[in-house]
C-alpha cells in the first residue's frame, strides 16, 4: 500500500469529518431542546430524506465490505445474506412500520408500554435495547479499528486503538450535539456516497465484462478454486446438519431481528405520520434491495478479477475483497485511477462507520434516559433533564464502547452482529407483536417474553463454539461449549415467544381489554397518535 492510498484516503476521510461535524455544530444553533427535537428530529422529515436515512443506518460496514468478501470466498452460500438482510424489510414494512410509529413516542418501551404497567416494561424493554445497542456498537467499533487501519496501510496497535478512540470521540460529539437531526443528515450523506460508490464500481465490473453476466460468473468460478461449486449451495454451509441448521437459525436471525433492532425502530418516529412512516421503508427497501443487488455483482466481480485465493490471503474474512478491486478496476496498484478508487472505498468504509455507531448511539441514550431513567426518576422533573441525562448517557456509551472495542480488537466480530440480531429477534421482536396483536398479553407477559428471550440467546452463545472449542474460538484454548450452533436464534426465538404467552397465560391480572381496544385503533387509524 503506498503513501498515496493513505493521503488520498485521510484527505477523503478529513473532508466527510469535517461536513458531518459542520452539519452538527449548524443544528445545534437551532435546535430547541425538546425530548422531541433529541429522539425524534422533530418529526419534520420527508418520506425521501427518512428513506435515505433508514438506508443509511442499515447499510454498514458488514453489508458494504463483508458480504462481498464472503460472496468473494464462498459464492452462492455469501449471497444468501445479501437475501436474509433484504427479506427482513418485507417483516418491518408489512408488521410493524404504521403500527410502531402510531403507537410509540421515542422507543420500542413506548409502544409495549401503551397498554402495560409502565415501569417494569420500560426496564426491561430499555435494557435489552441497550444490550442490542451495545452488542451492534461493539462490532463497529472493532471494525473500525482493524479494518480503518488495514486500508490506512497503520496496522500497528497504536493506529488501530486512535482509530476505535477517534470514531467513539466523534460519535458522541454527534449525538450529544445534534441529537436526532445531525445524525439523520449525516445519515442522507453517508447513503448518497455509499450509494454513488457502489454504483461505480458495479458499472466498472460489468463494463470488465462487457456486460455479460454469464462471462463474469463463469470467471469467478473458474478462479475461486471450486469451479461449478462455486456457483450452488453447499460451499459453506453444505456440511453436516449442524452447519445446515445454523444456517436456518442465522436467517431467522436476520429476517426477524430488523423489526427488533432498536436504531431501525426510532427512525420511524422522525417523519409526522404513520403513511409518512411506511413510505420510508418504500424508499429504503428500494435503496438497500439496488444496494444487496450491487454488493452481489461486486462479490463476484472481486472472485473473478482477483481471485478467491488473492483476497483470503489479503483477509481471512474477506473483508478487504472491494478495496482490491477498487484498485484493480482503477487501472492496478500505482496508478492514478487505482489510487483514487481505493481512497474513495476506504472513505466510504469510514464514513458508513461513522454514520452507523451515531445511530446506534442515539438510540440506546434514548433508551437509557427515556426508559431507564424515566422509570426510576422522581416525579416532578422538567422535560429537559431527560435530554441532559441522554446526552450524558451518550458519552457513557462512547466510552464503554471504546474501551470494550480495545479489549475486543483481536478478537473475531462476526458473532457479535449475528448476536445483536438475535437477541434483536429473541427479545424485542415477540414482545412487539403481542403487544401489538394480541389482545390477552398482559404486564407479565410482556417482561417474561424480553428476558425470556434475552437471557437464553446470551447465554446460548457464550456456551457455543464462537466463544470455545474450536480454533476460530474467542478463547480457542479452553473448550466449555455444549450448544453445537454458532447463532442462537433457532432456539432463543421461540423461546422469546413461548416465555410471553408463559406469562401471560399464568399471570394473576386480567388483560386489560379496553386499554388494548384503545391502542388498536390508535395502532390502526393514528387517532391520538403523537
Known sequence: MTGDHQTLALLLF??????TLGITTWVSRNRRGSAEEFYAGGRLFSPMENGFAIAGDYMSAASFLGISGLIALYGYDGMLYSVGFLVAWLVVLLLVAELVRNCGRFTLADVVAARMAERPVRIAAGTSSVAVSVLYLVAQMVGAGSLVALLLGGTGEAARTWTVVGVGALMVIYVSLGGMRATTWIQIVKAVLLMAGTVTLTVLVLIRFHGDV???????AGRSGHGAAFLGPGLRY??????????ISLGLALVLGTAGLPHILSRFYTVPTARAARRSVVWAIGLI??????TIVLGFGAAAIIGSAEVRASNASGNTAVPLLALDLGGGAGSTGGTVLFAIVAAVAFATILAVVAGITLASSASVAHDLYASLRRPGRKQHSEVAVARVAAAVIGAAAIGLGLLARDLNVAFLVGLAFAVAAS???????????WRRFTTRGAVWSVYGGLVPAVLLVLFSPVVSGSPEALFPGVDFHVFPLQNPGVV???????????????????PDEARHAETEVRALTGAGAV
Open 492 to 510: 432463543s426465538i421461540p423461546l422469546g415467544f413461548l416465555a410471553g404467552w408463559l406469562g401471560t397465560v399464568t399471570s394473576p391480572e386480567p
Open 14 to 19: 478529513s473532508a466527510f469529518v469535517a461536513v
Open 238 to 247: 453444505g456440511g453436516d446438519w449442524t452447519a445446515r441448521l445454523d444456517f
Open 289 to 294: 434491495g439496488g444496494f444487496y443487488l450491487m
Open 427 to 437: 427479545a424485542n421482536l415477540p414482545v412487539l407483536l403481542y403487544s401489538l396483536f
Open 214 to 220: 454469464n462471462s463474469l460468473l463463469a470467471a469467478a
